[in-house]
């Protein structure tokens, strides 16, 4: 099994005043063009493919909606609470611990729980962390059950290296 970790693409600043609620904060125009770029150079980079599955706050979901266009055979993505903020990162491992093996699953969601769950993967501790910059991307692969220190990094994409390989390429 492949497991993709995608933060979510850059968001407009903290305002209560805008956002009362700030799970409603979306992510700004410039960051969603920002973000559809990482997304494509994820695709380029891994090919299509993968069940997208993200965090109920906006700006995970919009960023979710990008990287299934340009990811998910079939468009759709999930909804899953565990990957809010602040929610504890054992269950994410158990959710990820009960999927049966096949193809990617890309989760989208935030700092510093995505960082957090990448740690325990791939470090099996849960005071390690990789964290991940906004529309930036990690991938874990198992060989066998997803376990705490089973995971082998495969790439660790930073948004700028997602955003270049997304780019078409120009022909001089």
Do not use: N
Request: proline share 9%; glycine share 12%; net charge positive.
């Amino acid at each position: 099994m492949r497991v993709i970790l995608f933060r979510h693409g850059p968001a407009g600043r903290r305002d209560a005043s805008r956002w009362p609620d700030d799970g409603e904060r979306p992510v700004t125009r410039r960051g969603l063009a920002k973000t559809a770029h990482a997304a494509d150079g994820l695709r380029r980079f891994l090919g299509r493919g993968g069940r997208v599955v993200t965090s109920p706050l906006e700006r995970a979901r919009q960023t979710a909606k990008v990287v299934s266009d340009a990811l998910a055979p079939d468009g759709r993505m999930e909804t899953l609470e565990c990957l809010a903020p602040g929610a504890p990162v054992r269950e994410a491992l158990r959710w990820l611990r009960g999927l049966e093996s096949g193809p990617s699953i890309i989760l989208v969601g935030h700092e510093p729980h995505l960082g957090k769950l990448a740690g325990v993967l791939v470090f099996g501790a849960s005071g390690s962390a990789l964290p991940i910059k906004k529309a930036g991307a990690l991938v874990i692969d198992f060989v066998g059950p997803v376990e705490p220190g089973a995971g082998k990094l495969y790439a660790f994409l930073p948004p700028r290296l997602l955003r270049r390989m997304g780019r078409p390429r120009s022909h001089a």
